[in-house]
């Protein structure tokens, strides 16, 4: 059995500021990738270096300098950065690595095409925006990986499907001026940070780049899988990209308690094993996950295992689910709002 390559460092699990801050608590705790290293095989992981940390000009190619700057400047501080995003002391080095090891997986990506990878990293990166933290986010990882791949390892086109159950509006917002990264992104709507509607569809040369799937709370395995049948997997097809990339939350599971959705272990395999159909068919196999949500430890886990084991050809279960009607309207409204996509 070939596992995906999944990369990690355990400098992460000290970025702790609910430890750190008096009267500061957050759902992202170190236990979330401490479960997950203990339940991962061992075959599969590959720790990077000190030296794989993020270097301030990567941060910088989608950072503010400024920004970046000012992190890394209070490394060792206790400080609150949004009303629920915080640093204590191990906080900026963890964001600094985590955008590292997402820089990692992605290059191994590249260069073995065909080998899946995964970045098992936190804190998570697709709330962050070129000069902000928010969403329990510092860095942007799949933003500045993603970057560094265009800018080092000869891609042109880059396909970032964000599954997480909020909408990634660092990611969107970042690449929403650009025609080589195409941003899709399937979320809970009304739901954090407020974005993501269908409308939000890119400016300028990035008109069209951007396609968001806003969807009501409940939607259930074969609802998404619709929206993957209907709408991303065509939609990636006609952008033919060199690398995808994948926004792995997992918190659209039906345990999590930070979502809505009724998505289950073999939902999650069944998306990945079409992420990883697409990236046969378009980009020679050029296929990384960078971990975002997930903060039920239990399924958070479970569902990375499901992920790895599909990418490592363990067969899944089709669903028999029917899809709702509901998810019908929001697919036919997006169709109609890409044309030059899904027409």
């Given amino acids: 059995m070939t596992y995906p390559h999944i990369y990690s460092h355990t400098a992460m699990l000290r970025h702790n500021p609910s430890e750190d801050i008096d009267g500061f608590v957050s759902p992202e705790i170190p236990d979330r990738l401490s479960a997950i290293l203990e339940s991962m095989p061992?075959?599969?992981?590959?720790?990077?270096?000190?030296?794989?940390?993020?270097?301030?000009?990567?941060?910088?190619?989608?950072?503010?300098?400024?920004?970046?700057?000012?992190?890394?400047?209070?490394?060792?501080?206790?400080?609150?950065?949004?009303?629920?995003?915080?640093?204590?002391?191990?906080?900026?080095?963890?964001?600094?690595?985590?955008?590292?090891?997402?820089?990692?997986?992605?290059?191994?990506?590249?260069?073995?095409?065909?080998?899946?990878?995964?970045?098992?990293?936190?804190?998570?990166?697709?709330?962050?925006?070129?000069?902000?933290?928010?969403?329990?986010?510092?860095?942007?990882?799949?933003?500045?990986?993603?970057?560094?791949?265009?800018?080092?390892?000869?891609?042109?086109?880059?396909?970032?499907?964000?599954?997480?159950?909020?909408?990634?509006?660092g990611t969107q917002n970042i690449f929403y001026e650009r025609d080589d990264v195409l941003f899709i992104s399937l979320h809970q709507s009304p739901l954090y940070p407020g974005s993501g509607y269908i409308e939000e569809i890119g400016r300028g040369p990035g008109h069209g780049y951007t396609i968001n799937v806003p969807m009501p709370a409940g939607q259930m395995n074969a609802d998404y899988l619709e929206v993957f049948d209907r709408i991303i997997d065509p939609a990636t097809a006609r952008f033919d990209p060199d690398l995808i990339l994948i926004s792995a939350g997992f918190d659209a599971h039906k345990d999590d308690p930070l979502g809505n959705m009724c998505i289950t272990n073999d939902g999650f395999a069944n998306m990945t094993r079409k992420c990883s159909m697409l990236a046969k068919s378009h980009c020679n196999g050029k296929l990384s996950f960078i971990l975002e949500g997930g903060y039920s430890i239990p399924a958070l886990t479970q569902s990375m295992n499901t992920c790895v084991a599909t990418l490592a050809g363990t067969p899944i279960p089709e669903t028999n689910q029917q899809t709702m009607p509901r998810t019908l309207e929001i697919i036919g409204r997006v169709k109609q709002t890409h044309p030059q996509w899904l027409s």
């Avoid at 941060?59 to 920004?67: F, K, Q, T, V, W």
Wanted: with cysteine; hydrophobic share 45%.
């Fill in 42 to 169: 061992k075959d599969a992981l590959h720790f990077i270096n000190d030296q794989d940390a993020a270097t301030a000009q990567q941060l910088s190619r989608i950072h503010h300098s400024d920004y970046v700057q000012h992190l890394i400047q209070s490394t060792d501080k206790n400080l609150l950065l949004d009303f629920d995003t915080a640093i204590g002391r191990g906080s900026v080095q963890a964001a600094v690595i985590a955008a590292g090891t997402s820089i990692a997986a992605v290059r191994t990506a590249c260069r073995q095409p065909g080998q899946a990878t995964m970045a098992a990293v936190r804190p998570p990166g697709h709330h962050a925006e070129v000069d902000r933290a928010m969403g329990f986010c510092l860095f942007n990882n799949v933003a500045i990986a993603a970057q560094h791949a265009i800018d080092e390892l000869d891609i042109n086109r880059v396909c970032i499907i964000d599954w997480d159950v909020h909408h990634g509006n």
